[in-house]
């Protein structure tokens, strides 16, 4: 008796996004730095920060004064933060502000720059959680 044996294949789901994935949002106003807010989604592991980019050759590097915020849209916006850090020449990254977020949902970060006496350069950015 002639054994019928079939291969079968199994078919693999799609993967989601595997990494963090990041998304940065257009620059702020033009002032003393480029300011960028970004979003930084692992799964459902959110983190919301900004970057800040001197915009002169002859930046010396100082303290300077941001703040970050955001919200999951259809939750209570996240705790902000206003932290103080020294901005080197090539720029830095600016705050984390840590969270999760539900598969499917959108986040919304916000970035300023907090120094007295500076022209505002707020930047924002928005993505879906594709967990």
């Known amino acids: 008796m002639a054994s019928d044996f079939r291969s079968s294949t199994a078919v693999a789901a799609p993967a989601g996004p595997v990494g963090a994935v990041v998304t940065c949002g257009a620059p702020g106003a033009p002032g ?3 300011t960028r807010a970004c979003i930084e989604v692992t799964g459902n592991q959110v983190r919301l ?3 800040a980019t001197p915009n002169s050759q002859t930046w010396q590097p100082q303290p300077v004064g941001f703040n970050v915020s955001g919200t999951v849209i259809g939750d209570a916006p996240t705790a ?3 932290p103080t850090v020294l901005v080197q020449a090539g720029g830095n990254q600016v705050g984390s502000i840590c969270t ?3 598969c499917g949902s959108t986040v919304i970060a916000n970035f300023s720059v907090n120094q007295p006496g500076w022209p505002t350069s707020a ?3 928005s ?3 594709a967990c």
Request: hydrophobic fraction near 40%.
């Open 32 to 34: 003393y730095l480029l």
């Open 49 to 51: 920060y900004g970057t």
């Open 80 to 82: 902000p933060t206003s």
């Open 100 to 102: 999760t977020a539900p």
């Open 123 to 125: 930047a924002g950015v």
């Open 127 to 129: 993505t879906v959680v």
